[in-house]
Every structure is written in C-alpha cells, then in structure tokens.
C-alpha cells in the first residue's frame, strides 16, 4: 500500500515536473525556481526506474547527459531554460547521482554482502 501510495506520487511528481514543470510556475518563498540541483534530478530518474518508469528515465537521463560540459562534468545545478551549469563545479554530489542512477539502468547489484542491511 505505501508502495502503491509512493508510486503515484512519483507519477504525479514526474508529471507535473518534468513534463510540464507545474510545481516551478508558481514563486515560493525564494521566488519562481529557474534552476533544478542536479542530484535530485538524477534521483528522480532512478526512482522512476524503481517504479517501473524505464522508458521515462531512461529518455529523461539522456537528456540530462545532454547538458553536461564538453567532458561530461556536472555542477550543483541546471538552469531550466539555458541548460547553463550553475553553482559549484564540478560537483561531486551531483557525479555519485548519476553514476548510481547508470548502476541502477545495468541491473546490477554492486554492494558486497557485508554493506547490505
């Protein structure tokens, strides 16, 4: 039930945010958002790959890759309409994200067994 429940959100969420960014029209406390941090982009694309979402991630990923410097290096965040890197750089954050969201595209589990709970 809570899986069901986390999946709708998901879907809700991808919808709203990455297909027609509903969330980022409106100003919050800080004004209308202009960038996304680039880790919790690259969350996104692996819960939505845990959801059962593949194509979505996977299309979604690729374009992230897109925006990525001439040697494939990543900063804190992405400006929505530039796709400009803004914030720290290179940062690392943002590379674990997406090496663990690539881990999580070959289906492979990479942790020994002593690091499972």
Not at 20 to 33: H, I, L, M, Q
Not at 49 to 60: D, F, N, S, V
Not at 89 to 110: K, M, R, V, W
């Amino acid at each position: 039930m809570l899986l069901d429940a986390i999946y709708q959100y998901l879907i809700i969420f991808k919808r709203e945010t990455v297909e027609n960014r509903e969330n980022f029209r409106n100003a919050d406390d800080f004004g209308v958002p202009a960038t996304s941090f680039t880790v919790c982009t690259f969350w996104l694309i692996k819960s939505l790959y845990k959801i059962g979402e593949t194509k979505a991630a996977k299309r979604l990923f690729e374009q992230v890759l897109s925006y990525g410097n001439p040697v494939g290096l990543f900063s804190e965040g992405i400006d929505f309409a530039t796709k400009r890197l803004l914030g720290n750089f290179p940062q690392a954050y943002s590379h674990l994200a997406l090496i663990d969201a690539a881990i999580t595209f070959s289906g492979e589990d990479i942790l020994p067994d002593e690091c499972r709970h």
